[in-house]
Each structure stands twice: as structure tokens, then as C-alpha cells.
């Protein structure tokens, strides 16, 4: 949730200075950030074989919050 967060103070500081292309290339750069260490705890707790499906939901989670950011 950090990296959204950090989008999130970014994009509200440098509102005005920061097109709409760039809003999406640092909210994708936060999600898979966000995704990527997701992935670290997760291989722990779920095998390998089953990563992907227990990553899903919460890509899927990071995902919509960075869709809120957007707007």
C-alpha cells in the first residue's frame, strides 16, 4: 500500500505540473511495485504452483485503488 500512497502525495503536490500520461506511468510504476512485494510475502504463504491465483486478489485490490488515484 506504500507506493500507492507515495503516488498518491506525489500527484497532490505536483497536480499542476504533472500531465495525465505521466499520472498513468507512475500509478502503473506504484501497482506493480506494490504487486511485486506482495509476490515476496506471498510465496511463503502459498506454494509456487499456486502463486499466481492467490496473487490475483490482490493485484486486483492494489489495482482499484490506483484507478481511485486517478480520478
Given at each position: 500500500?506504500?507506493?500507492?500512497?507515495?503516488?498518491?502525495?506525489?500527484y497532490?503536490?505536483?497536480?499542476?505540473?504533472?500531465?495525465?500520461t505521466?499520472?498513468?506511468?507512475?500509478?502503473?510504476?506504484?501497482?506493480?511495485?506494490?504487486?511485486?512485494?506482495?509476490?515476496?510475502?506471498?510465496g511463503?504463504?502459498?506454494?509456487?504452483?499456486?502463486?499466481?491465483?492467490?496473487?490475483?486478489?490482490?493485484?486486483?485490490?492494489?489495482?482499484?485503488?490506483?484507478?481511485?488515484?486517478?480520478?
Amino acid at each position: 500500500m506504500f507506493p500507492i500512497v507515495l503516488a498518491s502525495i506525489i500527484y497532490y503536490f505536483l497536480n499542476e505540473k504533472l500531465y495525465f500520461t505521466m499520472h498513468l506511468i507512475i500509478t502503473f510504476g506504484a501497482c506493480l511495485w506494490a504487486c511485486l512485494s506482495a509476490s515476496a510475502f506471498m510465496g511463503d504463504i502459498v506454494g509456487i504452483e499456486k502463486r499466481g491465483l492467490g496473487l490475483f486478489p490482490i493485484c486486483l485490490f492494489y489495482f482499484s485503488f490506483s484507478c481511485y488515484i486517478l480520478l
